[in-house]
């Protein structure tokens, strides 16, 4: 039980009220959270508040998650730090300044998808970025990639206008699978003259992460994109923001995947993203078992073996002999 504050306790305590409406704190700036044995009474109460309503977080890879926090026009630094830290630019080359293309807008209707499919951004320069959150392969993904990337590099100009008036088009994908071989979970895709390697066709880029190659801790984080995938891949398991995390933009889509700052609305919609995604999920894992069990009413009419036909299709001898 916490010790009876005095009357000025009381007073100082009623000036900053607990309450969800008020920002959480995390680790590296809450005062309470160092050195415990010194804390005050005041202090005491407000790391009681703070833990009364732990932050807690969206998964990031939620279709209406992604785009509420890097499609916020309204808070385009978010946006910014990550792509500076996945393209890895800095100095002169940093992005400063960017135009979101397509904000995130709410779905006014039950079961309305969002109105935008990524998050694409144009830079002063002209340059443009596409920034895509992909949960599952889909088939043809290396195909649409490259389709959806050219033709948005295509777009900026009509038929008759100067070729030089394109500008670069960079698409990050975010993968919820592996795609690539080697164990790196970043990498970078360009033109590239087969026998030197030179770029000289340097208008379209492709930078991808694999977060189920992502495999460091919170105490190994380095890099600054080492941050942002620790965050779209873990956020919906911590409680508080990360206290290695020094960045304004990082920190603010914290802030943003905080479910105490999301309005009732947004979190029916979030909620019904994550059943639509277990859904089709759910259909995938149906047609494959589906067609296992094809295979095996084949191979039981050739007369196959039982143990071959588990070899070959993993389903269980008992699930065979009910074919």
């Known amino acids: 039980m916490l010790p009876k504050p005095n009357p000025q306790g009381q007073r100082r305590a009623a000036q900053r009220p607990c309450s969800r409406s008020h920002r959480p704190y995390s680790h590296n700036h809450h005062p309470s959270l160092s050195k415990p044995k010194s804390r005050s009474r005041l202090q005491r109460l407000l790391y009681f508040c703070t833990k009364l309503f732990d932050m807690k977080f969206v998964d990031v890879k939620n279709d209406i998650a992604f785009r509420k926090i890097f499609g916020n026009k309204k808070k385009t630094q978010i946006l910014i730090s990550f792509l500076n830290a996945v393209l890895q630019l800095e ?35 002209g340059r443009q970025f596409v920034v895509e959150m992909q949960v599952a392969e ?6 649409r990639v490259q389709y959806y990337t050219c033709r948005d590099y295509s777009m900026q100009i009509t038929r008759g206008e100067d070729y030089p008036k394109l500008k670069p088009t960079v698409f990050v994908g975010i993968l919820n699978f592996s795609y690539f071989e080697g164990s790196d979970y970043l990498s970078y895709h360009s033109l590239l003259d087969e026998k030197t390697y030179e770029n ?64 009732k609305e947004e979190l029916i919609a979030y909620d019904n993203a994550s059943i639509a995604t277990q859904d089709e999920r759910g259909k995938l894992v149906h047609a494959e078992k ?13 007369s196959e073996p039982i143990n071959k036909i588990m070899k070959y299709t993993g389903l269980t001898e008992d699930e065979i002999n009910e074919i």
């Open 91 to 125: 100095g002169k080359r940093r992005i400063v300044a960017v135009k979101i293309e397509n904000p995130y807008q709410f779905p006014r209707i039950a079961g309305e998808k969002a109105s935008i499919i990524d998050v694409r951004a144009t830079e002063d320069s």
């Open 138 to 143: 889909p088939d043809g993904f290396d195909k």
């Open 200 to 263: 000289k066709l340097k208008d379209i880029r492709f930078a991808f992460i694999e977060l189920t190659k992502f495999k460091k801790k919170e105490n190994e984080l380095k890099s600054l994109i080492d941050k942002w995938a620790y965050f779209i891949k873990n956020a919906s398991k911590l409680e508080v923001i990360p206290s290695n995390v020094d960045d304004e933009g990082l920190k603010e889509a914290y802030i943003d995947a905080d479910k105490h700052n999301w309005k």
């Open 290 to 302: 589906k067609g296992k069990i094809d295979v095996a009413r084949e191979m039981k009419k050739d």
